[in-house]
Structures are given as structure tokens and as C-alpha cells.
């Protein structure tokens, strides 16, 4: 089993910064790629980043590149989410996932673990 759990979420302006965090315990060998989605009211969750743990490729997806940067800290077993240039329509709650497969995968059903959430809301 492995815990995630995310902070850092909050209510911020349009253009204005948030850095979200996520902590892994427990079976902290056991997965190959952290990624962040976000889930809005009535939409269907959706891939937002992704870190490969091992050799740091990275993907986004189109709607926050150049905006948002993955990060991680292999000795804290934590990734962190830093989101700049915030828009209205980024206001979601946002999950952390863990997958034990390698490669910063963007596919949903790929990842095995995943934490509570943590709001963002974004006003105009």
C-alpha cells in the first residue's frame, strides 16, 4: 500500500501562483511515475503532469504547459506541482497518483494509488 497524501491548495487570483505538494509512506519502492490530475463539478478526471522517479522525464498536458512544472524529491519520496500564470478554468480539485510503471505515464488507468485531493480555486 502506499499514502498519499497532497496540500498546498487554495483560493488565488487569475495569474497568481500555487505549489501543491504530495507525500508518499508506506510501500514507497513500489512505484515508477507520480502524476497530479484535477477533477472539476461535473467533468471527468484528467491528466494534468507526470515525473518518472528514476530518470525525471516529465510530461504535461497541453492545456498547463508552460505554466505548471513537476518536481520531486527522491529522499522525501515527495513531488511537488508548481502552477503559474493560474486561470479560472484550472479551478479543480487536484489529486496525486503513484503507477508502478515507468515512463511518466499519462493514462489514468495506469496509476494504482491515489490521495484525497486538495482544492484549487482560481478567481477571474
Known amino acids: 500500500q502506499v499514502q498519499l497524501v497532497e496540500s498546498g491548495g487554495g483560493l488565488v487570483q487569475a495569474g497568481g501562483s500555487l505549489r501543491l505538494s504530495c507525500a508518499a509512506s508506506g510501500r514507497t519502492f513500489s512505484w515508477s511515475t507520480m502524476g497530479w490530475f484535477r477533477q472539476a463539478p461535473g467533468k471527468q478526471r484528467e491528466f494534468v503532469a507526470a515525473?518518472?522517479?528514476?530518470?525525471?522525464?516529465?510530461a504535461y498536458a497541453d492545456s498547463v504547459k508552460g505554466r505548471f512544472a513537476i518536481s520531486k524529491e527522491n529522499a522525501k519520496n515527495t513531488a511537488s506541482l508548481q502552477m503559474n500564470s493560474l486561470k479560472p478554468e484550472d479551478t479543480s480539485v487536484y489529486y496525486c497518483a503513484t503507477s508502478g510503471i515507468m515512463g511518466a505515464v499519462v493514462e489514468i488507468w495506469k496509476y494504482d494509488y491515489w490521495g484525497q485531493g486538495t482544492q484549487v480555486t482560481v478567481s477571474s
Open positions: 515525473i518518472s522517479w528514476s530518470d525525471d522525464i516529465t
